[in-house]
């Protein structure tokens, strides 16, 4: 397919190179900053602009990769071209594409991207959703081209969807960085941590976080936590996050969500 | 060495497979359930006990691992046969065993162990510290037996260890918890979150997690942060987990701990 890129951000980096690698042209790829928009061009072989009139129309979809709140008018932009128009968030509706023409669909990438890190595109669910069942098979067709995991997700399930990952990347990548601090602030090698936090990550790969969880918090070790909480003493707002989690735990272990 | 392993948990299990693999011999497993200690003895071709008054001083070292609190009185009960003694928690300090002895050490593996899952233990730090230098040495010789990363922690730092492991490993996994119940609740896999939880541990082995934090609230993009709150309006504490670690990323992005 030809594709346009509207973006330069870390998906529309990834997408675009995934598309190149497997055989789509990419056209044209925008974005507001012309220095960007010519180093991502330049990486997938394709025209640079920084002008919404530079934009043609000689593609078969238009892929808008930009902050949220800037898709709607990207798409509105677009419509008088009458090609299919895609965005890639999460939490934004298949409605602000379709409020400006039919052929609309979303392509999520449910993966966390930095530039600096190459990411394996094959691995990362494409979660797919079409105006039509016509442009959902479509664009099945084209996310099966880069993908090994395309879903159909409606805008309501991506919306969970979307907070279920902040849960599951955000929140931990956060708390890896808390732990990082203590042990600097104690001259210890974040290093020490790093097979522990992959490890945690790999278990779950086969079972349900409930049924692996370790910790004092799930062998409700009062004694444990209450030292833990006092280490904390000059940082409340990580002895707030310590109790609320800890109690999050002891709540699931109650529930009876894992084995122990 | 011969060893002698009083407890039959995670810890125990996976420490005694690991000795036995690097060609030690395992003496005797004592577990207060003979069942349990003849589980794993059968495993590392040892001598299973529940009688405290069978264990023999045909051993060079007693590795205690079991829970915290019974720590001290099990090192009491060890303490006449005059052979080197360690616990191995993080939580515990090298006092509980040397009030008794003063061949006394610590043996703690950072990692999070459950029975179900092997684990390559050569890639555990192991933190090693001893009552004096020739028993912290000999102790780290053992402990290069097993594992590449060996590292001398004292018991103030492997107290901030223990406790930044908790945040690196136990509340994460609670999160990805949190975030199986999400999707569960929607018919959602929680197989679509498995490549992102799985890279963003892996993001984290070449760098500090500040730099590559993604997400709404490094972004401070408050409309989807208040949307999401909005999702979890029927669960207040997710709400406030929600808000609290955001306020945590908001926090560490403003003070500059990373790049974006």
Redesign the interface.
């Known amino acids: 397919m030809r594709v346009t890129i509207i973006g330069s951000g870390?998906v529309a980096t990834h997408f675009s190179a995934a598309l190149k690698n497997a055989g789509h042209r990419i056209m044209q790829v925008y974005s507001p900053n012309f220095q960007n928009a010519s180093l991502l061009a330049y990486h997938v072989g394709a025209e640079a602009t920084s002008d919404l009139q530079d934009i043609t129309p000689e593609t078969d979809i238009f892929i808008i990769s930009v902050?949220?709140?800037a898709i709607a008018e990207m798409a509105e932009a677009l419509a008088k071209y009458q090609k299919l128009i895609v965005h890639t968030s999460g939490?934004t509706s298949l409605d602000a594409v379709r409020a400006f023409t039919d052929y609309a669909g979303v392509l999520y990438p449910?993966?966390?991207?930095?530039k600096?890190?190459e990411?394996d595109f094959f691995?990362?669910?494409l979660?797919v959703e079409g105006a039509d069942e016509s442009i959902t098979a479509r664009l099945k067709e084209l996310a099966a081209t880069i993908s090994n995991?395309v879903?159909s997700?409606t805008s309501a399930?991506r919306?969970?969807?979307?907070?279920?990952?902040?849960?599951?990347?955000?929140?931990?990548?956060?708390?890896?960085?808390?732990?990082?601090?203590?042990?600097a602030?104690?001259n210890?090698k974040?290093d020490?941590?790093?097979?522990?936090?992959?490890?945690?990550?790999?278990?779950?790969?086969?079972?349900?976080?409930?049924n692996?969880?370790?910790?004092?918090?799930?062998?409700n070790?009062q004694?444990?936590m209450n030292?833990?909480l006092q280490?904390?003493n000059h940082q409340p707002?990580?002895q707030?996050?310590?109790y609320?989690?800890s109690?999050?735990?002891i709540?699931?272990n109650n529930e009876g969500?894992?084995d122990k």
Do not use: W
């Open positions: 870390n902050k949220d709140d939490a449910l993966q966390t991207f930095s600096s890190k990411v691995t990362v669910p979660c995991n879903y997700v399930d919306k969970i969807l979307h907070l279920a990952a902040v849960f599951a990347c955000n929140f931990p990548n956060y708390l890896y960085g808390v732990a990082q601090q203590l042990l602030a104690h210890m974040f020490m941590l790093k097979p522990l936090i992959l490890e945690t990550a790999q278990k779950v790969q086969q079972q349900y976080p409930a692996v969880q370790t910790g004092p918090a799930v062998r070790d004694l444990t030292a833990h280490l904390l707002q990580l707030e996050i310590y609320l989690l109690q999050g735990i709540k699931n969500h894992g």
